[in-house]
């Protein structure tokens, strides 16, 4: 009689602690999926003088940790973007790139 006491105690211990896990997991499983949405431009080679039109803007990453990369501070009128995997300083105004770098 004192083992079945101590089988069904001990089960109840695993059961229990079995318990928080599969509320986790079943609350997991019933929250929608967040997916993450990462615009790539594909453009292969950007060159200096080249304008970027407003669709082109609206998908470029700005670049506000500019030394982090090692980039020069951007001159007043202009900002460093990120587009594909290069680094461009387009002018503020219009959008005109003026310096490319280029990430291998």
């Known amino acids: 009689m004192k083992k079945l006491a101590i089988a069904a105690l001990s089960c109840t211990f695993v059961m229990g602690s079995l318990l928080p896990i599969t509320e986790a997991f079943a609350q997991d499983h019933r929250r929608p999926d967040r997916i993450e949405k990462k615009v ?3 453009k292969h080679s950007w060159k200096r003088g080249h304008r970027l039109s407003r669709e082109e803007r609206r998908r470029v990453q ?3 940790d500019f030394r982090r990369y090692r980039l020069a501070p951007p001159p007043r009128g202009y900002r460093w973007v990120r587009a594909d995997r290069d680094f461009l300083l387009i002018s503020i105004g219009n959008g005109t790139i003026s310096n490319v770098i280029g990430v291998r």
């Open 40 to 42: 790539v431009i594909t």
């Open 62 to 64: 700005d670049v506000r």
